[in-house]
């Protein structure tokens, strides 16, 4: 999915965690511009419950955000990556209208997915591609709560004018049973980012 970003973009990730798979997306995507948004602090468990991302046994927050911009250091200090210790909501909120793609990965319960696939909507550009990881709905089997799927697909029936462009496996450091999911606008031009995006994709689709 990220090979089929155009390179050049502005785009964003919301859901850092140690810069990781920042660095893939990238190397892989090649934007122009990319925005790492994270609140990178600990929350309530009633908050949010991801064993994977869990203070108690990954190590301080502060120590993701050191990791992520080691592993970032030279395109920080071009200013190719901007670095957001925010809230989610209120960093896209802050970026409305200024992005290419969103690739979204924060809290997966059903009211933060949707909030955040909302105002991620309004940060795009044009016709922009909304993608995320985590389709899927789970609770439990040392993964959280995880109920992105659902909340994907509320947010799909509230806003008929996007549709489901793909569903792949995410590439390492994930494994192959979380998929990936992109959005683009039905209405999207071909020469528009989401328009580039799909023709991508249909083309890597095994024939
Ligand atoms: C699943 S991890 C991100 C994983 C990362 N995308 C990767 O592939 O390695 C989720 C991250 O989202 C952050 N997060 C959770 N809820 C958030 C919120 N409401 N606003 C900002 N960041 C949040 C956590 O601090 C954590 O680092």
């Known amino acids: 999915m990220m090979a089929c970003l155009p390179p050049g973009c502005v785009g964003a990730e919301v859901g850092v965690f140690k810069g990781v798979f920042s660095r893939r997306l990238y190397d892989i995507a090649r934007p122009e511009t990319l925005y790492l948004i994270d609140a990178w602090d600990r929350f309530p468990r009633s908050m949010y419950d991801d064993p994977t991302c869990d203070p108690d046994s990954q190590g301080d927050p502060v120590g993701w ?3 992520t911009m080691h592993l970032m250091a030279p395109e920080i200090a071009s200013g190719r990556v901007r670095i957001a210790r925010s809230g989610s909501v209120p960093a896209l909120a802050t970026l409305r209208g200024q992005l290419d793609w969103v690739y979204i990965d924060a809290n997966h319960r059903f009211g933060m ?6 105002y991620a909507s309004h940060a795009l550009r044009g016709y922009g591609v909304l993608a995320g990881h985590d389709y899927i709905d789970c609770v439990g089997q040392g993964r959280g709560t995880m109920q992105g799927r659902m909340a994907i697909d509320a947010w799909l029936a509230a806003n008929p004018l996007w549709e ?44």
């Open 65 to 67: 955000l050191n990791n």
């Open 113 to 118: 997915v949707v909030a955040d696939y909302e």
């Open 164 to 207: 489901r462009c793909a569903i792949v496996d995410t590439t390492y450091p994930h494994p192959p049973e979380l998929p990936s999911v992109a959005l683009i606008r039905r209405d999207a031009p071909a020469d528009s980012v989401a328009g580039r995006f799909r023709a991508a994709v249909a083309e890597r689709k095994p024939r």
